[in-house]
């Protein structure tokens, strides 16, 4: 039984002793900060550009939708919610939202509502 002892009190005599050829692994704690920034200079501008052509009241680009939403509009007799939506393929929302949007305040365009007998609203624009 002495002979147990001895060996286990050599044992943790030998761990205890720090190893003399082992260098730390950790280095010197730093405080949490993010890589220091070079001053901000300021940037070269590019020159601003000519300002572009004011369209008129009423003018859209050629083949645009506003353009064929705008030929539609100018028709005598106007225009239906179901024509223009087919014309450029959008809801019905898109297409009122458009005409008061753009044509109404964009455009600056006086947009007519009236509503025939038959319940159809249609809409048109003085040419």
């Known amino acids: 039984m002495n002979t147990a002892i001895e060996e286990t009190g050599t044992a943790q005599a030998a761990s205890e002793k720090p190893k003399a050829g082992k260098k730390a692994s950790a280095g010197q704690k730093r405080a949490h900060v993010g890589p220091t920034k070079g001053k901000a200079t300021k940037k070269a501008k590019a020159p601003k550009k000519a300002p572009k052509a004011a369209k008129k009241a009423g ?6 939708k506003a353009a064929k939403v705008l030929d539609l509009l100018k028709r005598p007799d106007g225009t239906s919610l179901a024509e223009l939506m087919k014309a450029t393929g959008w809801q019905a929302h898109s297409v009122r939202g458009f005409l008061s949007g753009t044509i109404g305040k964009k455009m600056g365009l006086a947009i007519t509502s009236t509503k025939a007998e038959d319940g159809e609203r249609t809409y048109s624009v003085k040419a």
């Open 59 to 64: 003018e859209a680009r050629d083949g645009s």
